[in-house]
């Protein structure tokens, strides 16, 4: 069954906690670079004496250097994975992934799912580019680099299960219901289609946050986690 990681996009750490009070189940959490600028390193710690899964997600993106010493500083806090952009290039995942030891799994992001192909062509500064095609060499990258997997969009899963093989994870943001909002996500699916693609870890936050009855709709995600993968 992939693993479910509830995103703690919220205001601060004080929120994050009576929320994860109220819901049964949760293994894994998101620490995103909002709560983390306000809360620091000892919300991470206060997650772990939990007995949670951390999933550090503040997509490193500097020259090698740097980027080791952060890995290195997440690995000693104990987190169980982290991202980096693999825009940064190989040099700078191959340091990274030395500093994760065997301890810190590092998933490299690809494109994120807020882009379609003209939002990324216009990052890029490119002519038209084919997403997919993007997503597919940026994780022939990571896997060269030696990274633990990747982070795609839904629409991109099986195309990045086939380049990693069985054993790489690959994390799913954009999880979404049929009844669920997209907000800012270009390119959504439900649990059930990315977990029969492949995905090992889906991340799921505002269908959560914003829901009237928090537990019930994690719940669901649990279960169609759980029977897509039966």
Request: aromatic share 4%; charged share 20%.
């Amino acid at each position: 069954m992939a693993e479910v990681i509830l995103a703690l996009d919220l205001p601060g750490g004080t929120e994050a906690l009576r929320l994860l009070d109220r819901l049964s189940g949760v293994r894994w959490v998101k620490v995103g670079s909002i709560i983390m600028t306000r809360e620091g390193p000892v919300f991470i710690r206060t997650l772990i004496e939990r007995g949670l899964h951390v999933f550090l997600d503040l997509k490193w993106h500097d020259i090698p250097s740097t980027v080791a010493g952060a890995v290195a500083a997440a690995r000693d806090f104990g987190v169980g994975m982290a991202t980096l952009h693999t825009l940064g290039g190989l040099a700078m995942m191959e340091a990274a992934a030395t500093a994760a030891g065997d301890t810190l799994s590092l998933v490299g992001v690809t494109v994120l799912t807020s882009h379609d192909a003209k939002s990324y062509s216009q990052a890029l500064g490119r002519g038209t580019v084919n997403v997919a095609e993007e997503v597919k060499r940026q994780a022939r990258t990571a896997t060269a680099a030696g990274l633990a997997g990747v982070v795609c969009s839904p629409s991109e899963v099986s195309l990045v299960r086939s380049v990693l093989g069985e054993g790489g994870r690959i994390v799913v943001p954009g999880i979404r219901r049929g009844s669920d909002a997209r907000d800012d996500q270009a390119r959504v699916a439900s649990a059930k289609d990315a977990v029969g693609d492949g995905a090992t870890h889906l991340v799921v936050g505002r269908p959560v946050l914003q829901a009237a009855d928090p537990a019930v709709v994690f719940q669901e995600f649990l279960e169609e986690a759980r029977c897509a993968a039966s």
